[in-house]
């Protein structure tokens, strides 16, 4: 019998359990290592090649906000993010910022543009320039149609405080409501500022109407709709913080526009 099981192959005797060799007790590839490594790295860290688009408002892709270094206002790089958005984002703000109950400041908390502002303080540029003089001539020619002449300076004076106000404004209440104990974000603030702007760029095409008491009401719904939008967001931005004052403050400001836009280009 011991003769016998001494001459049985050796896979008989183990059954079914595999033998360990001399080459299954090395160390795996370097490759494979290498692959582990690359596992444990995911998701890329920011700026490097890999990873999708992050959203401006994102903890991890320095929001300018964020950043320890003051200088990074006054870097172009830092603006950047803020220029890739969508058509259709473009479009769904607009919307909101003709009607101020759509949550408008819930929509860019995530991720503000700068594209929207700037196009839209651009085209209202243009129009109250071309519009303004338009305007005047209508409500001149029933007179003295002679004595019109076409005002290149209406283009001066309409970049100059549509710009301004859409660029200062912005910068001192987000200062202001610092100072007051509130956080709020620079670039949301130049964000909603500039979608408030956009009302009057119909309005400025229904300012051609050669009736001065329709031509105060459109301005008084346009301007009083503007300062809505502005009171309603800036509400919503404190976190319940006892702010009224720098709220009324600036809805009293983009009426004040309004009035501004009216009798400067529209007289």
């Known amino acids: 019998m011991e003769e016998g099981y001494a001459n049985l192959p050796t896979s008989h005797l183990l059954g079914s359990v595999p ?11 370097p490759a494979a290592q290498g692959a582990t490594s690359r596992l444990q790295e995911f998701p890329p860290a920011p700026g490097g090649n890999g990873g999708g688009y992050r959203p401006p408002g994102a903890p991890a892709d320095g929001d300018v906000e964020n950043q320890a ?12 993010p803020y220029f890739n958005v969508d058509t259709d984002v473009v479009v769904d703000r607009l919307v909101s910022s003709v009607y101020p109950m759509d949550g408008f400041y819930r929509k ?8 929207g502002p700037l196009w839209i303080t651009t085209t209202l540029i243009f129009m ?47 200062f202001l409501f610092q100072y007051f104990g509130s956080r709020p974000s620079l670039v949301r603030f130049w964000c909603m500022w500039g979608y408030s702007l956009f009302v009057f760029i119909p309005a400025s095409v229904l300012l051609l109407i050669p009736v001065e008491f ?10 009083g709709a503007s300062s809505w939008f502005i009171a ?7 976190e319940g913080a006892d702010l ?3 709220i009324a403050s600036a809805s009293v400001l983009q009426f004040a526009l309004a ?3 009216k009798v400067f280009f529209f007289a």
């Open 128 to 174: 109250l320039a071309a519009l303004g003089n338009f305007a005047t001539y209508l409500m001149q020619k029933k007179k003295d149609p002679v004595i019109w002449n076409f005002d290149v300076g209406y283009f001066n004076w309409a970049a100059s405080v549509m710009y301004g106000y859409a660029i200062i404004v912005p910068a001192i209440f987000f």
């Open 244 to 246: 009224m004052v720098l």
């Open 69 to 80: 270094n003051w200088k990074g206002y006054f870097n172009v790089a830092s603006y950047a």
């Open 108 to 115: 860019i908390d995530a991720n503000p543009d700068m594209y």
């Open 19 to 29: 033998a360990v060799t001399q080459d299954d007790r090395k160390p795996a590839a």
């Open 214 to 223: 329709l031509r105060w009401v459109i301005i008084a719904l346009a301007g």
């Open 232 to 238: 309603l967001n800036l509400k919503e931005c404190t």
């Open 259 to 261: 009035l501004f836009i």
